[in-house]
């Protein structure tokens, strides 16, 4: 089997799995499969996947209306200010430099994520957000830059929460309580307008989690919870509201498709 073919096989699988909290797959990040034939598989393959089961009520697909999903304090968990659109949904498969000869129309991350695009490359992996925001985006002394990452455990939240000198903060959100996941492998995007020169290709990308306490439910009792004199009692429900969740909290959001920055739609 072709080594390419290969590569996309293995990063196709997907498995299914319940979990207390965030789990990430363990799928190596720095490779990914290639050819518009793998590409075509991945999107049937994630077509597939439920991932969402409801959509939430927002009347435009906003970088602030996404946060909102995952929690009520904006204090707490907000895109930087440097970040114009976010695409969970992200066009084309990553492959390596040694891939870019026989493929030369495909996305490409060398051995960085960060990748700097013309403006007229927006429209390509950013469709929504370059419709919207027209020749905004084209900034004297502004750079533009896309920074990939991977889902690989679903439904994930992404956010990046900071840019600054030669860094760049990325944060994966999770669901509070036990949920039901899959692990498909794919890559997710940023677009960034950097226009003071703090980052390149060579910036360190560091990643935090955060648990959301809207986007939230049940989860299990423990052992003595479910002991009744000396025996355990599994006639009873095992699982229990979570008290780290909010009033407010809701069960499903929309963390994929395209976001872009409100002030773009303006």
């Known amino acids: 089997m072709p080594r390419k073919n290969f590569i996309a096989t293995k990063f196709a699988a997907i498995c299914s799995t319940s979990v207390l909290a965030f789990v ?3 799928n190596n990040p720095t490779v990914a499969a290639d050819s518009d034939d793998s590409a075509s598989d991945k999107a049937q393959q994630l077509g597939n996947v439920k991932i969402s089961h409801e959509e939430p009520a927002v009347k435009i697909s906003s970088l602030e209306n996404y946060v909102a999903q995952f929690t009520d304090d904006p204090n707490e968990l907000s895109f930087d200010r440097h970040v114009l659109a976010y695409n969970g949904s992200f066009p084309m498969i990553v492959v390596s430099q040694d891939s870019l000869d026989a493929n030369p129309d495909v996305f490409f991350t060398e051995k960085s994520p960060i990748k700097e695009i013309s403006v007229s490359q927006v429209a390509r992996y950013f469709p929504n957000t370059a419709e919207v925001a027209g020749n905004r985006l084209n900034q004297e002394n502004c750079k533009l830059y896309i920074v990939t990452s991977n889902d690989g455990a679903q439904p994930t939240g992404h956010v990046l929460t900071k840019v600054s000198q030669g860094q760049v903060e990325l944060t994966e959100v999770s669901r509070g309580g036990i949920y039901p996941q899959t692990c498909a492998y794919f890559t997710i995007g940023y677009l960034v307008q950097d226009c003071e020169g703090l980052i390149d290709r060579n910036s360190q990308i560091t990643y935090k989690g955060f648990t959301s306490r809207t986007w939230c439910g049940d989860t ?8 009744v004199g000396d025996s355990l009692d599994l006639n009873q429900s095992r699982y229990k509201p979570n008290p780290n ?6 069960t499903d959001v929309s963390a994929y498709g395209e976001w872009f920055r409100a002030d773009l739609a303006e």
């Open 24 to 26: 990430a797959c363990t």
């Open 220 to 227: 299990k009792k423990t052992r003595d919870e479910l002991m």
């Open 245 to 250: 969740c909010t009033e407010n909290a809701h």
